[in-house]
């Protein structure tokens, strides 16, 4: 069965600090897709990045940047100095294909970032 | 493009009570998920449609809940009668569909409609 879990429940940092939240994911299949979503106060989830389970290259978007690590089944995500707005929380999630179903999509229990001024 | 829509955003009833949610996905996206985040958790599927076809409602409460989508494209989810334990917010959306056995498809969501029994 699939399972994602993100260890740390808090996370405070005052801005322009570094920060990393950690995903550890449990699968069986060899094919498979992990996601990281915010979501900012206003509730709506926001996709920030896909990356499939052959594809192991470690990838950076302006201050956000993703390591992925399948000897340790980690995904995990830093941001790099911090500002207000990523104040968030932010889940992890795995996604499996199904022939019949389409798609096992499932999200670890989230990381909620305080970022101080 | 229009994102995926919800109605209403906020909804108070007292216990017992009967609710209806509905979700407009994102146009030509086949798969429709609906999904309950209770504060301060993971969001947990409850259904997933595949246009108008359940591919999984293993996790539906069905002696309350219960879910359609008519034709293939918005949805109503429904809850009767309501329980305290119900108070979350019920979030909608939406992919296209991939190839088979594809996991790869980025679920759009909405701005999801808070619920809270008293």
């Known amino acids: 069965a699939q399972k994602v879990t993100q260890a740390q429940t808090e996370i405070s940092v005052v801005e322009k600090e570094d920060v990393t939240l950690d995903c550890v994911y449990e699968t069986r299949d060899t094919t498979y897709y992990l996601f990281w979503y915010k979501q900012p106060p206003s509730g709506e989830l926001v996709f920030l990045i896909r990356?499939?389970?052959?594809?192991?290259q470690n990838e950076i978007s302006g201050r956000y940047s993703w390591n992925f690590q399948k000897s340790t089944s980690s995904f995990n995500f830093t941001i790099t100095a911090s500002q207000v707005v990523d104040s968030a929380v932010y889940f992890c999630?795995?996604?499996?294909?199904?022939?019949?179903?389409?798609?096992?999509?499932?999200f670890g229990p989230g990381t909620r970032l305080s970022v101080l001024p | 493009e229009a994102g995926v829509a919800q109605s209403p955003r906020y909804k108070i009833i007292e216990k017992r009570q009967s609710v209806a949610f509905w979700c407009n996905p994102i146009?030509?996206?086949?798969?429709l998920y609906w999904y309950q985040q209770i504060l301060g958790q993971g969001p947990k599927l409850l259904i997933q449609f595949q246009n108008n076809g359940v591919v999984d409602d293993s996790q539906l409460p069905k002696d309350r809940f219960s879910a359609e989508r008519l034709k293939g494209v918005d949805s109503t989810l429904k809850i009767q009668p309501a329980k305290l334990e119900d108070s979350a917010v019920y979030l909608c959306a939406s992919s296209p569909v991939g190839a088979g056995g594809s996991g790869a498809n980025v679920l759009t969501f909405g701005a999801g409609s808070r619920l809270t029994v008293l």
């Open positions: 990356r499939n389970s052959f594809d192991e």
């Open positions: 146009s030509g996206h086949a798969t």
């Open positions: 999630a795995l996604s499996e294909g199904s022939y019949n179903y389409g798609q096992n999509f499932v």
